[in-house]
């Protein structure tokens, strides 16, 4: 039982569409993980059905006491080929929100979480002249959805690591180590993108709170050399941080620390040999949460910070809980130090496709990937009952 939260504190599980919802035949994404000689190792294919299967996702995070949800819509499915809108999808997803409210479940809906549509991404994807335009129209044929119930949109899941795409084949732990610096290119356009898609949310969704989720490490400076640090952090994330100011909330995603050294002249991550590694090959590290609040908050000043993802990729379910205690206590500790925290969405609800490979897993709840039942690890009813 958590005393510490405020009444209205958003307390959550997360799932992308991608990852959950399976064959999602229009996007970039199928076509890199089913193209003979792909360097994507395990393709997603059925993922975890949630396409059919969300009524029963949503029952387990209602039962489970949490009050909030976050899910994603799947760009390639409203718009499979250029301007032509699925109105059959629309209706699908305006039957989620609807299905949510029902449950007592509060949505906050993600846009783009890392797949385009393979026509968008086909014509340069975020490079294109008229990403902006095309991305734009997206959020407004939603409007049917987002006006059932939305409370909260989160535009671009990561804009970091999307950025970093160009840059390096994301899959199968390719940023375990650490990550290079963002495509530039990549990061003005995908700014851009959040700009534009905020001017329509408020234009045509006044009630709804905006906001993005950046992917954020606790960073820790140990080069005893302050510019060195900020220029090493100020592209992989803050510049993100930054292009929020004018949202509603900011997202922090924070899954490990970096530690920040010089070597051979040159700010770099440095890691201990030996330390705890997570199934993903992040550094065990469950207080980098309260770490990354602070450094966003150090950014973003008064703008509220919503935790929409932390979680670990373990098998063993009790080591979730403690690592989960551990980085709540370290979110306490940044909100009793007077950044304005107001809610944690813990990443995933359940095991699900990671972006190439079906091994880490990082779910409340696992699923059989015959039947694609779903079965609660008692993670769920911990998080369920601490949110209350
Ligand atoms: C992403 C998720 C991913 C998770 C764990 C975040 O980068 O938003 O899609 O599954 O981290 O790796």
Redesign the pocket.
Known sequence: MNTRARPDFLWGAAL?AH?SEGNNLASDWWVRENEPQSVVAERAGDAIDSYHRWRDDMDLVASAGLTDYRFGIEWSRVEPADGHISLASIGHYQRMVQGAVKRGLRPLITLH??TLPQWFAAGGGWLRPDAVERFQRYVEVLAPVLESGVDRVETI??PN?VSIFPVISIGNGALSAGYPIPDAATTEAIIAAHHGAREVLRRNHPRILVGW?V?VQDFQDETNSREDFEAYVEPRDQVFFRAAAGDDWIGT?T?TRGRIRMHEGVAAPFREPGVSLTQ?GWEDYPRALGGAILRVASIVGDLPIIVT?N?I?TADDARRISFTREALESMWSAIDDGVDVQGYFH??LLD?W??GSWR?T?GLASVDRQTFQRIPKPSLAWLGSYSR
């Open positions: 992308g990852q979480h890392f899941n990561e690591i989720g992917s995603q899954y993903s993802e979680g990729a990443w995933s699900n990671e972006w880490p990082f």
